[in-house]
């Protein structure tokens, strides 16, 4: 069920990625994106798995929370996959059936799109969702992004949008997969018929959803304008964010694994 899904989830497991300054996940996170999109090489890939299964094994995330994060994915990940493999025509063919034609090119090419994806997703738990509160992101972006006042950019704002966006990331599958176990007691089916009488059938979801989704979004703004919200403008922090020594360790660590990515790639790519 829906309900096995961790994305946008937080899970407490007491490792040291999870007492990590959020400003250094942040940074990391940010280092780790634009590695991830560098790499091209077999052998650099192989050091992005390896230092992808550190962090998991650092945060101590279960298997099943991982696995559950890679699920809403997949279908996606395989639409790429096949879109790469059949669209791309240069390279030695390797098989041909009438208008479709795979490549080692496209093989590589899907194959490397594929796993972007998923060390993308991987990479995005592991520094962020699963490993730090909302209100911890929310706090740690309006800190790095502090610089752009001047330019009288609202940080403060625009933080706390991101940050309500990923709070409510599992109310919605929750109220999603509560929508469907309604409508399947009323005698709904999504999962026999043409494929064109499933997608009319989610239209019995998503109408319901984003009602419940509007009315949700407006009882967030009465109870914030009932508590006087009135933005970031002379605001104090219960627990302001500090960096200490573990935490410039940890960013230490890992910026020098993104630099042997980077090293790989450099000695081993094309």
């Not at 790499?39 to 650092?58: D, G, H």
């Not at 279960?62 to 809403?72: E, G, H």
């Not at 059949?86 to 390279?91: E, I, P, R, V």
Request: aromatic content about 8%.
């Amino acid at each position: 069920m829906l309900n096995d899904i961790s994305l946008g989830r937080y899970v407490e497991t007491g490792s040291v990625l999870h007492k990590t300054d959020p400003r250094i996940k942040v940074i990391l996170y940010i280092v780790y994106l634009v590695t991830i999109f560098v790499v091209n090489s077999p052998a650099a890939l192989i050091a992005l798995a390896l230092l992808t299964l550190v962090q998991l094994v650092t945060a101590k995330i279960p298997v099943k929370v991982t696995l559950s994060t890679l699920k809403p994915i997949i279908p996606l990940t395989l639409f790429i996959f096949l879109l790469n493999l059949f669209t791309l025509k240069q390279g030695q063919m390797i098989w041909q059936w009438r208008f479709l034609t795979v490549t080692d090119y496209g093989v590589q090419r899907a194959v490397l799109m594929s796993l972007r994806i998923l060390f993308l997703i991987l990479c995005t738990s592991v520094l962020l969702t699963l490993t730090t509160t909302p209100l911890k992101i929310s706090d740690a972006l309006e800190s790095l992004m502090a610089p752009l006042k001047v330019i009288h950019v609202p940080v403060h704002e625009m933080s706390m949008m991101m940050s309500i966006a990923l709070r409510f990331i599992p109310t919605l599958i929750e109220e999603t997969d509560k929508i469907m176990k309604a409508q399947v007691s009323r005698g709904a089916d999504y999962d026999t018929g043409t494929f064109i009488n499933r997608v009319k059938g989610y239209i019995t979801v998503l109408i319901p959803l984003f009602v419940s989704s509007f009315k949700r979004a407006e009882d967030l703004a009465v109870a914030m304008d009932a508590r006087c919200y009135r933005g970031g403008e002379g605001r104090t922090k219960l627990n302001p964010l500090k960096i200490s020594g573990r935490d410039i360790a940890v960013l230490i660590v890992f910026l020098a694994g993104a630099g042997m990515l980077i090293a790989v790639e450099f000695l081993y790519g094309k």
